[in-house]
Nanobody, 125 residues
């Protein structure tokens, strides 16, 4: 069973930066695509970014392109999301997620099998 634990959320002013991390345990991290999703109050959960098993390929939602960077350290079983130029509309609970082993990339939340508990990111205007 895979466990995912996010950390690093918080409060930041618009235009600022914040990094969130997700530590994985209980499975073979390097064999899994990792993704970040977010959910704002009253809205559906949406895709933010994903990264391939090796870290060579990354994928971003249009809202994240040019501002967010996803990365991973397979030796530490950790995936990161660096967020720059934050906007109030980035305010949400950020979740990391992973799929079954050797599954391909997807931006569809229901294709992800394991989820963390989420970490709150609040961007003040």
């Amino acid at each position: 069973q895979v466990q995912l634990v996010e950390s690093g959320g918080g409060l930041v002013q618009a235009g600022g930066s914040l990094s969130v991390s997700c530590a994985a345990s209980g499975g073979t991290f390097s064999s899994r695509v990792m993704g970040w999703f977010r959910q704002a109050p009253g809205k559906e959960r949406e895709f933010v970014a994903a990264i391939s098993r090796s870290g060579e390929n990354t994928y971003y939602a249009d809202s994240a392109k040019g501002r967010f960077t996803i990365s991973r350290d397979n030796a530490k079983n950790t995936v990161y999301l660096r967020m720059n130029s934050l906007k109030p509309e980035d305010t949400a609970v950020y979740y990391c997620a992973t799929k079954s082993r050797y599954s391909g990339y997807s931006d569809y939340s229901r294709s992800y099998d394991y989820w963390g508990q989420g970490t709150q990111v609040t961007v003040s205007s």
